[in-house]
């Protein structure tokens, strides 16, 4: 491999890292603080690709604001459905929560079935995005990757800024580590608690909506994105944005070289990954002692 | 009356009931199990399948061969753990007499093992695992599809021959049809003088190609030849546009690549070129026949599926006319479409010796969103059915 091809190669770890940060964030906000072990996930993900295909017609070349009308309605739908299901989970035992969230998934996907059938859709890249540039002589990038790549970037910064120095991160950051010393200090935990899943769930439906032009839309999609989120929250550490970050581009890095260097071995490069850390660090890179 | 006449007469009884009963089971109804995908992302294909072999059987009066048919249906799920068990409802519980299906060619191993077992005729809409009719090949086992290799191989000879390329690269996912494909374009490939360098591969059914793609990018081989279906299709066809690799390294692969999914890659796919046993644009008379009735009867275009379920009807038909509607004489059964001449909408065809059709395998061009015919790529091409004994 010369050096410009890895370059180019690091450059698509990064942006591929950067993408799983954006849905492994929301889950490891509703799973590390909430307890909640959320199957659903993957399933907010899909939601938020469907959506990018039934929104893009009707926003055209608007496609930020898009975006934000997206992720407004999955927070309004993630608000309604904590309400109406997650929050009877909270004091339940881990299996329970997996079997309701396994059944939502069957939902959802029975919904998607019944909505838009079981075809594959193709998003359209916004024209003042389209094209890609040469990229040393390698190859040319396209415009839309190096796009997801910023809007993971700023997201990444304003969750980072949002969750380590405002006050609403202080009840988040406070509720992952004893939340029954945040309710003792009269802080409303239900609507808090409403307000984080509310923001998870819209994170995941940011991270479909981005992806959905650069890949395609199609059933099944967020099962496959699911269990490398758990991956990355248990890289990372249960509860830790920044460890999200970093399991995020390591598990890119692996899983974009080990797919070139050791194609054989790539379907387990992230698992072996996962078990290195876990011998070496087994609360995760960032994740605090028990 | 003695008590030796009164014996006798017992036992004349006795065969004429027997053979009354044996008659009904000649005239009477034909039990035909249809073991599909109803639910998940198969389920489009099932039913065009399911569509195309009740148009052929509805054009017959709704009989083969003079007897009625029946139908019994199992969702297969498209999931090879349930096989077996999906498999042997029909077989033991509902006892028919043929069993079509599937698309999903792990599922459709384990209905042939169980076909092998019972003797219940079996006959493959679909599933294009090579080993239906390699190892797992058996009197009682019929394929009205393909196998993985022959669109594959035919696509090798095209890239070497036809447009001249010298270098190429595979890239599939790491799995048996996606083995079986490249291999056997590296097969027609190299056959007619080229080289693949390199085969790539990518776990099942991960869909981040861009390492991949910027590997392909640095090697810059004169083609590519992909094996990717349904999502993955789609999502490769257009990174690899993206990526601006089309310009220069014209993309090859079966027809799966394109079929079923125009819509959604786009300006991606135009001008691709794949290989497949159906075209659309074939323009024979018994083609354009074939499509008018499919839009008639289910107010939808038929496809490649729709075809391979309505030649599925007219295998079990041939067999059937030659035993007059008994499949219990597997013999004669199994020996009548051996030699027949299957008059299907894709062009005719016959068995080969391992029961997969002897066809045609067409060039096409994404125009629009038509896999539109270019030519023959090769004719009347056989499975080298590596493995069969029978």
Known sequence: MDFGTFLVQCLNSVQYGLLLFLVASGLTLIFGIMGVINLAHGSFYMIGAYMAFALAPLFGDQFLLMLVAGVVLAAVFGYLLEWAFFSYLYQRDHLQQVLMTYGLILVFEELRSILVGNDVHGVKVPAWLDGSFALGNVMSYPWYRLFA????????????????????????????????????????????????????????????????????V?????????????????IGGIGSITGALLASLLVGFVDTFGKVFFADLAGIGIYLLMAIVLIWKPEGLMGRRP | MTIRTARLALTAIAFAALASAAGAQGTGKLKVGLMLPYSGTYTALGVAIENGFKLYVEEHGGKLAGREIEYFKVDDESDPAKAT????????????????????????????????????????????????????????????????????????????????????????????????????????????????????????????????????????????????????????????QAAGLNKTIPLYGPGFLTD???????????????TLHYADGLNTTRDNAFRVAYAKAFKLQPDVYAVQGYDAAQMLGVGLAATKGDIGKKAEFTAAIEKAKIDSPRGAFTMSKSHNPVQDIYLRKVEGKENKLVSTAIKGLSDPARGCRM
């Not at chain 2, 079509?100 to 060619?105: A, D, E, I, N, R």
């Not at chain 2, 079923?260 to 794949?274: N, P, S, V, Y």
């Open chain 2, 260 to 274: 079923g999914t125009l819509d959604a890659q786009g300006e991606a796919a135009q001008g691709m070129l794949t």
């Open chain 2, 85 to 240: 068990d999906n498999v042997n409802k029909l077989i033991k519980r509902d006892n028919v007499d043929v069993i079509v299906g599937t698309v999903h060619s792990g599922v459709a191993m384990a209905m042939a093992k169980a076909a092998k077992e019972s003797g219940t005729v079996l006959i493959v809409p679909n599933a294009g695992a090579d080993a239906v009719t390699g190892p797992m090949c058996a009197p009682n086992i019929f394929r009205s599809s393909f196998s993985n290799w022959q669109p594959a191989f035919a696509m090798g000879e095209v890239a070497a021959k036809q447009q001249g390329k010298k270098k190429a690269m595979t890239i599939t996912w790491k799995y048996a049809a996606g083995d079986e494909s490249v291999n056997g374009f590296k097969e027609g490939f190299e056959k007619n003088g080229g080289k693949v360098d390199k085969q790539l591969t990518l776990p099942f059914p991960n869909v981040e190609f861009q390492a991949l793609l910027t590997e392909i990018a640095a090697a810059k081989p004169d083609a590519v030849y992909a094996f990717f279906a349904g999502g993955g299709a789609v999502k490769f066809v257009k990174d690899y």
């Open chain 1, 149 to 216: 790549s910023a809007a993971c970037i700023v997201l990444a910064a304003g969750l980072y800024w949002v969750v380590n120095r405002t006050r609403l991160g202080m009840m988040i950051r406070a509720g992952a580590s004893n939340r029954d010393m945040v309710r003792g200090l009269g802080i409303d935990v239900k609507r808090l608690y409403r307000i984080v899943f509310a923001a998870g769930v819209a994170l995941a439906a940011l991270a479909g909506m981005i992806a959905a032009p650069m890949s395609s």
């Open chain 1, 218 to 234: 199609y059933p099944n999609m967020g099962a496959s994105v699911l269990i490398i989120c758990f991956v990355l929250v248990v």
